[in-house]
């Protein structure tokens, strides 16, 4: 019963609790500007959302641990780790390795590096396709935006922003 | 009668007609692709109307921003990625009646609503232009808040029987809109010292983040299993009569509230979608049927953000205030032209007022045939399998977070809500309610605190409002009929079972 009580949505109103608690203890660092005599300042409304999500989560907990006691949570509601998690965690990974590196090694070179990883990544074994739309695409991309909008897409440093520097 | 006449004639011309066509389907396409939008395509523009007559010039700009309004939504029902902030509403049942076979369909209704709803706020507009600036002038902070606090209501509706959730949701999208430096007091709030998160969290990011983003990790996640999922052949149905009659009150109801919230200055057509969605939902018979892909979720918005891009012409050709961001930039298209919009325009320029007026009209139905060419062209992307769809998609998502002010905090952000949108279908969160919450709480909090100070803090002003306390005691009603029956259902339920 523990077990299951603890894999379900508790775990859920647990977070969503102490992060709201977290953050409440954080509005006390809002400077105090006293602009309208102390009442409704920058505080008053992050501090009032705050207080009803606690409340919230609370009230989750109790209707999750009745139901738990009733024996009515689904099994899809509890938190489960598998080979498809390690997919998830490639897929996050990649993007934010994507994201991090994107001001250094610039849209045009990095895009379709992360795109044919991406393609592979989701099951894509095409080779045609997996070699020729991230290049069409970052191509079009990079002259739609650039030279139309006038959009300055991430160029990269070093060597990376002379190549940038060929197209945009 | 003559100067409309001749406006006829002016608009009529085969230059601006063309002008116009080609501005509306201009403004379909920059819509429908994430990154780029309306203001923006308005903006550049601009300069190719120097060389032209000041009345085709500036029904160029007005075709396109008419376009635009509604082009974002093809992308939101086809991908889940709002091509434009007015269209992120639209994703909501749009894109699940896409997954469920019904791509077409769902196009339809938003072309066709788009269309009904411009058309409805540009009669409006060319009727009693004067009269709706002089309410809109009546619009203050305590009505604001009504209204929108009467939008946010709409979360007890959209969380079905998990409603706990939904607040929870609520207050996750509340909270984020308060990140950022305090527009009242300049404290910054929740930034952690750093810079990165001063200017707050745009929706945008936020919202292409939690949807697209959330989706591409889910289907991760899931493999090959999704990837498979039956794509048929799309092709826009416009809805029929019949089904155009089932929808006549939401068109109607949306199209009016649609009007009036762009003649606000400063609301726009993003915060009409949203309004008129929830409206949508506290009228209908089935109010939990929304966001499963129901046709009622697609009209609401689509009527209501179109009639919002007529609405925000009023006060900007009567008082001379922007009602919304591209407005902004059709004051540009005046000014160029030696020409300042605002009451004496009436005056000097009435057949200028006049043409524009015609030209949104005739914008509004071309709009109709260049969203089907535009729809049939994107169509063509969801023939294409996830594995190769799903980067192409992440990338304009990037590309589009980027846009927005050319800066990577965006794109990080568009990240953080990707996982949190992947984490809230997980834990079978609804999404719908952080993205109203996120959208409409900086408008909730500021109205209340400035209201609250401009009535020196005495709460009845707020509630004796003859506009503001009916729209408060309207969401007070509702509000307590939604919960109340999310009650009774679960007592009806627990009787059956214990029958």
């Not at chain 2, 523009?45 to 082009?71: D, K, Q, R």
């Not at chain 2, 909501?92 to 938003?110: E, Q, R, T």
């Not at chain 2, 706990?164 to 305090?182: E, M, P, Q, R, S």
Request: with cysteine; glycine share 10%; net charge positive.
């Amino acid at each position: 019963m523990l077990k299951a009580l603890l894999k379900s949505e508790v775990i859920i109103s647990a977070i969503c609790a102490a992060a709201a608690l977290y953050l409440f203890f954080e509005t006390q660092t809002f400077a105090n500007i006293d602009v309208y005599g102390g009442k409704l300042g920058s505080d008053f409304w992050p501090r009032l959302i705050l207080v009803s999500m606690m409340a919230l989560s609370a009230g989750l907990a109790y209707n999750t641990i009745k139901d738990v006691l009733k024996g009515k949570i689904p099994e899809a509601n509890n938190i489960k780790f598998s080979s498809a998690n390690i997919r998830f965690i490639a897929a996050v990974a990649l993007i934010a390795t994507y994201l991090g590196l994107l001001p250094v090694i610039g849209f045009l070179v990095l895009t379709p590096v992360m795109m044919i990883a991406f393609m592979y990544l989701l099951g894509e074994r095409s080779k045609a396709w997996i070699f020729s739309i991230p290049f069409v695409l970052t191509l079009g991309i990079v002259l739609v935006f650039t030279k139309l909008m006038y959009v300055p897409l991430p160029r990269g440093m070093g060597i990376f922003l002379k190549i940038s520097h060929l197209l945009y | 009668m003559e100067i409309w006449l001749a406006s006829l004639l002016n608009v009529f011309s085969p230059v601006a007609l063309m002008l116009i066509a080609g501005g509306a389907l201009a403004g379909v396409m920059l819509g429908a692709i994430p990154g780029l939008n309306s203001p923006m395509g308005t903006a550049l523009l601009i300069p190719f109307t120097f060389a032209m007559e000041p009345a085709n010039g500036l029904m160029l700009l007005t075709a396109v921003y008419c376009g635009g309004t509604f082009g974002g939504s093809i992308s939101a029902i086809l991908f889940n990625v709002p091509g434009a902030p007015e269209a992120s509403v639209t994703g909501f049942d749009g894109y699940p009646m896409a997954k469920s076979g019904k791509a077409g369909k769902a196009l339809g209704i938003a072309i066709m609503c788009s269309c009904l709803g411009g058309l409805f706020s540009v009669i409006v507009m060319s009727l009693i232009s004067p009269q709706l600036a002089s309410v809109a002038l009546s619009f203050s902070e305590p009505e604001y808040f009504a209204l929108a606090l009467a939008a946010l209501t709409l979360i007890a509706s959209l969380g079905g029987d998990k409603m706990i959730k939904a607040f929870i949701a609520g207050c996750i999208g509340l909270l984020a809109a308060t990140i950022g430096i305090d527009p009242m007091t300049s404290a910054e709030r929740f930034t952690f010292d750093g810079d990165a998160l001063m200017g707050g969290i745009n929706f945008i990011p936020a919202l292409i983040g939690a949807f697209a983003v959330g989706e591409i990790l889910m289907t991760a996640e899931a493999g090959l299993k999704k990837t498979g999922e039956a794509v048929t052949k799309v092709s826009t149905e416009l809805p029929k009569i019949i089904e155009l009659l089932k929808l006549k009150w939401t068109i109607l109801r949306s199209a009016v509230i649609g009007t009036m919230i762009g003649i606000l200055p400063g609301v726009g057509a993003t915060t009409a979608a949203f309004v008129g969605y929830s409206e949508a939902v506290r009228w209908s018979k089935h109010p939990r049927k929304f966001g499963t892909g129901i046709a009622e979720g697609i009209a609401a918005p689509e009527t209501c953000n179109n009639a919002a891009a007529g609405g925000a012409m009023v006060p900007l050709l009567t008082l001379g205030i922007p009602g919304s961001a591209t407005t902004a930039v059709i004051i540009g298209g005046f000014m160029v032209h030696g020409m300042q919009p605002g009451p004496m325009l009436f005056i000097n320029q009435p057949g200028l007022m006049y043409s524009l007026f015609i030209a949104m009209f005739v914008a509004n139905i071309f709009m109709l045939f260049s969203g089907m060419i535009v729809a049939k062209l994107f169509s063509n992307f969801r023939k294409i399998r996830y594995s190769i769809l799903g980067p192409c998609i992440f990338v304009f998502a990037t590309v589009g977070a980027f846009g927005i002010s050319n800066s990577m905090v965006d794109v990080w952000i568009m990240f953080a809500f990707g996982l949190i949108g992947y984490a809230m279908k997980k834990f079978d969160f609804p999404i719908a309610p952080l993205i109203i919450a996120l959208v409409l709480g900086e408008l909730a909090e500021i109205s209340l605190r400035r209201g609250m100070r401009m009535a020196d803090w005495d709460i009845s002003d707020f509630i004796f409002r003859p506009i503001g306390g009916t729209i408060l005691l309207l969401t007070l009603i509702t509000l307590l009929f939604t919960i109340y029956g999310k009650v009774k259902r679960k007592s009806k339920f627990v009787d059956s079972k214990t029958a």
